[in-house]
């Protein structure tokens, strides 16, 4: 039997459904079965392989802007800049940016504007990143259901007696190994 008939005989035995008609996943798991080749796959090796460059840079500035960390450390500049140029720099007349902190208000209109849709292209990534993990977890689902399904056959073309000899010459095995 060729391997397309044989995929097909599985698909219609297994899923009730021509090979044809499968989706991606479920061609994938039946072709694993007929290699008898295992399905697993790591789902976060595969979103690292198809992340761009822009596409880590995105996770790094979410991961460090998104921190406890940033928000303590960028408070406390905030404070500073504040802090100085309102007392400090305002005695000797060197004010850069005098109460209402104009040039600050800008400085931080700019980062929400840049900061905003990285943070939401890290987001994005993130949900692709689901997505992949859902669909390799369903492979490995189905494929555990068709592997136990396959079994059951097996089970119950086998006749009776086949089987309680078969269950006997284990349990001898195991005897004479102890």
Not at 26 to 42: F, G, M, N, Q, Y
Not at 69 to 85: K, R, S
Not at 142 to 154: N, P, T
Not at 159 to 175: A, G, I, S, T, W
Request: glycine residues 4%; aromatic residues 8%; negative net charge.
């Amino acid at each position: 039997m060729n391997s397309t008939a044989h995929l097909n005989d599985l698909s219609l035995r297994l899923l009730g459904r021509a090979y044809d008609n499968l989706d991606i996943e479920e061609s994938r798991v039946l072709e694993a079965i007929a290699a008898r080749a295992p399905s697993s796959r790591d789902a976060a090796d595969l979103g690292d392989a198809q992340a761009s460059r822009g596409d880590r840079l995105a996770d790094r500035v979410a991961a460090v802007g998104g921190s406890w960390g940033f928000i303590i450390v960028f408070t406390l500049v905030l404070f500073g800049w504040m802090l100085l140029n309102s007392e400090v720099l305002q005695r000797f007349g060197l004010a850069f940016d005098p109460y209402p902190f104009i040039f600050l208000n800008l400085m931080l209109s700019t980062l929400a504007a840049v900061q905003a849709p990285i943070i939401m292209m890290s987001q994005n990534r993130q949900a692709a990143k689901d997505r992949l993990t859902a669909s390799v977890d369903y492979e490995i689902n189905l494929r555990a259901e068709l592997e136990i399904m396959r079994l059951h056959e097996k089970l119950d073309q086998m006749p009776f007696h086949e089987l309680r000899e078969k269950v006997d010459e284990l349990c001898d095995r195991l005897d004479r190994k102890e």
